[in-house]
């Protein structure tokens, strides 16, 4: 199975590489939506959490790198909020979804040019970026655009927990933050209230990692 998902990412139907950011357009493209992790009990412990982090250390400004959907920020308590995609057309529909709120915005990851906020979030979204490059760089602009807090929700050892999919890759991103973040601090790990059983569906292997700037 494990070689079988490492062939499945290299190649596509047309021999392509995998490209994550191809596989989230595509996805979105076809109708479907950010995955169970960002509905029903799931989102709901996500929301809890991420409402009482941001009221306790009093944070007046979110970016989210990976927004998706928008159904996981239904259930936010944010004051402004900015959420890039690699997905024009999630853009599109968040725009929508959220036209009446202008606390929100949301624009394609290709307009972040600098932007930053106190605490920048990544949700469901490290193991999904199978590319190293990806990962690399998007690393960078997730601790780059922070001025207080980063928000880490996501698995954190490297392949395999088990053979997933081919858009899953497991990393022990702590690692990298260790080797090129080192003025950040790890405040709070918050494991998950329903820690992965096999069933994706229901449970997770997201746990939350908290940093802050020293």
Known sequence: MK?????????????????????WGQRY????NSGPGS????????ARVLNTFVAENNVASIIEFGCGDGNQLTLAQYRAYIGYDVSPEIIVMCRERFRVDASKQ????????????????SLDVIYHLVEDD???EYMHRLFNASSRFVVIYSSNQDDPIEP?????????????IDENAPH??????LPNSYPYD?????????????????
């Open 134 to 136: 990806v990962f690399d």
């Open 106 to 121: 949301f624009f394609h990851i290709r307009e972040h040019v600098g932007q930053k906020a106190e605490l920048t979030a």
């Open 29 to 32: 493209e076809s109708g479907r």
């Open 164 to 176: 997933v999919a081919a858009h899953v890759r497991h990393r022990r991103f702590s690692s990298w």
């Open 39 to 46: 509905y029903g009990h799931l989102a709901e412990f996500k």
């Open 198 to 214: 096999g069933n994706s569906i229901t449970t997770s292997f997201a746990d939350f990692y908290f940093y802050e700037m020293d």
């Open 3 to 23: 070689t079988l998902i490492t062939f499945l990412r290299k190649r596509c139907f047309l021999h392509k590489p995998f490209s994550s950011k191809d596989y």
């Open 184 to 189: 950040w601090r790890l405040v709070n790990r």
